[in-house]
């Protein structure tokens, strides 16, 4: 997410914390490492909109986690 500067430790921790599928996983990794939608999508064949819709969910877990975790709030 650009809104929020990923380390090893977020990513543990919201991983743990959010039951991520298999796809929210793929998609949250090249999300951090700074992928477009489009590489994502044509490295997994997926469509850009199914990404779209998939970083939507990780914005609304890590939202949804952030109050009762230790993770800095998203910048708005």
């Not at 998609?27 to 850009?48: C, F």
Request: aromatic share 6%; charged share 30%; glycine share 2%.
């Amino acid at each position: 997410m650009h809104d929020l500067v990923w380390d090893k430790r977020m990513l543990g921790v919201f991983t743990a914390l959010a039951c991520l599928t298999e796809e929210e996983t793929i998609v949250l990794m090249d999300w951090a490492h700074e992928r477009s939608v489009a590489s994502t999508a044509m490295t997994h064949h997926m469509s850009a909109s199914k990404v779209d819709k998939i970083r939507r969910r990780l914005r609304q877990k890590y939202d949804g986690i952030q109050p009762y975790a230790d993770l800095p709030p998203r910048k708005a």
